[in-house]
């Protein structure tokens, strides 16, 4: 029995993005993090995060925080690993429809797989194109095959001389010379209407910065992935650039929470300005640090308990971000010569924000470590 079957389709022309905006208060991006031993629970999410990808991190995010139709992992989620290898699948067979035009393969990555899993899960429950993302898309719902009524059918409309783009857009989006990168997400038992569904999207070229791999060296990596059960999160903490070091001063801004306890360091004005304005303390200037080094300081953050944590140790940032702590990027850098040490100290006796602080002070730092503090050290150097 033919099970009931719809498709729809959008040229790339024709939609707007939603972007995932974060704050420019806040240096760098904020990114969530999952344990290593969580990753496959995560399904595309821990793969994504296993490879360091930002953007297509971002938009499940956005798709499951902000939107609300996407769950990581979920049973009937677009985001589950044995329904990626499925999508992998039908992008074979679509480059192989577009061999037979003398057209080159599309190529995938991460980013446009994971706006094809965000649109679908929108799409189930709306029946209709979401628009969220700049792309073109092709939708399907009850077909064992979308290729069916994205090329088959439509081909014989658009050899029999149709040209009307809602009868003949998938196969146009099929075999468009300019396409270069596409991502590709199938979901199944979706609200009880139709028993799977697919969505496959297409660009000129991904703006994620990601190199785009073939079908058969995404399918590679993901399986070995699946098979390994587990994450690297080492890719998502920033190597030194290798730029030439600039040592010219950056003033970094000290604030302080009278609620929490905690003090926050900042290089961004517009961030010290904002914190001030809705209560933090400004405690004036906390040291001079170089405007760029190789020595990076690594900024965390525990949103559970509003705490932040800084470090030069990226072993240090990547066992943080193991045990559910935020990664916001590059804070400043470390003077490579050494010139004044920024001193760390803890607090045993915190129970939530502020159980490390951070001075360039001897004084203070003496103190503290009569008032119970334990000194840990030089945490960095400024100028």
Not at 39 to 60: I, N, P, Q, W
Not at 284 to 308: C, E, L, Q
Not at 344 to 363: E, F, K, V
Request: aromatic letters at 12%; charged letters at 15%.
């Amino acid at each position: 029995m033919r099970r009931k079957r719809r498709y729809l389709g959008t040229l790339l022309a024709a939609t707007l993005a939603f972007a995932t905006v974060l704050s420019a208060a806040f240096i760098g991006a904020p990114m969530k993090a999952q344990a290593v031993c969580s990753g496959t629970h995560e399904g595309a999410y821990g793969f994504y995060y296993s490879r360091g990808s930002k953007d297509a991190m971002a938009v499940l995010d956005w798709g499951e925080g902000t939107e609300g139709s996407t769950h990581k992992g979920g049973a009937n989620d677009t985001t589950r690993l044995d329904l990626m290898l499925k999508s992998l699948d039908l992008l074979d067979e679509c480059n192989n429809l577009r061999a037979q035009h003398g057209l080159a393969p599309l190529y995938v990555t991460d980013y446009m797989m994971a706006v094809a899993q965000v649109q679908l899960n929108w799409s189930d429950t709306n029946g209709k194109h979401s628009k969220f993302y700049n792309v073109g898309e092709n939708l399907a719902w009850g077909y064992d095959d979308p290729f069916e009524g994205w090329y088959t059918a439509e081909k014989q409309q658009y050899d029999a001389g149709n040209r009307t783009s809602s009868k003949v857009g998938h196969y146009l989006n099929i075999i468009n010379s300019e396409y270069t990168v596409a991502g590709f997400a199938v979901s199944v038992e979706n609200s009880g209407r139709y028993n799977i569904s697919y969505g496959q999207t297409f660009t000129y070229s991904d703006k994620s910065g990601q190199t785009p791999e073939t079908v058969a060296q995404y399918r590679a990596e993901l399986s070995n992935y699946i098979n390994a059960g587990g994450i690297n999160p080492s890719t998502l903490i920033e190597a030194p650039s290798g730029a030439q070091d600039d040592l010219s001063p950056q003033v970094m801004y000290r604030l302080y929470n009278p609620n929490s306890g905690e003090h926050f360091f900042t290089a961004n004005a517009a961030e010290r300005d904002s914190l001030a304005a809705i209560g933090w303390g400004y405690e004036g200037t906390a040291w001079t640090a170089p405007t760029r080094t190789g020595a990076p300081v690594y900024r965390m953050y525990n949103k559970n308990v509003g705490d932040h944590h800084y470090t030069l140790n990226a072993a240090e940032a990547i066992n943080l971000l193991n045990a559910g702590w935020s990664y916001e990027g590059i804070g400043w850098y470390s003077d490579p010569d050494g010139h004044v040490p920024v001193y760390r100290l803890y607090s045993p006796a915190a129970t939530g924000a502020g159980s490390h602080h951070y001075t360039m002070q001897p004084g203070e730092a003496q103190i503290l470590s009569q008032n119970g503090w334990n000194f840990e050290g030089e945490a960095w150097w400024g100028l």
